[in-house]
């Protein structure tokens, strides 16, 4: 079955740097498109970045120019390069990938940013 497990989250200082990881089993993880979102307290989840199979990337605006999406199709894995991180920032990230008719979600890694 479809397996994804965030890991990298934690407390930073504002203007820090965090790198989240993915990990996936269960499907061809080479040929779909990978996506990292974020919910923080009392907002709606939001789309924080896509790496298509080929590579092509998107970024929301708010974090365009301070997060990397990238993936390893060798490991199956995707990550989540966040620097200049803010205190807005704070949330759960989760990744997530569309099969079929079906969202798969991980079970969200925390991230906190504060002084």
Known sequence: QVQL?????GLVQPGGSLRLSCAT???SF???PMDWYRQAP???R???ATVASASNTNYADSVKGRFT???D???NTVHLQMNSLKPEDTAVYYCKVHIGWNDYWGQGTQ???SS
């Open 5 to 9: 497990v965030e890991s990298g989250g």
């Open 25 to 27: 089993s269960g499907f």
């Open 30 to 32: 080479r040929l779909y």
């Open 42 to 44: 009392g907002k709606q």
């Open 46 to 48: 939001e789309l924080v």
């Open 69 to 71: 999406i990238s993936r």
């Open 73 to 75: 199709n060798a490991k």
């Open 111 to 113: 991230v906190t940013v």
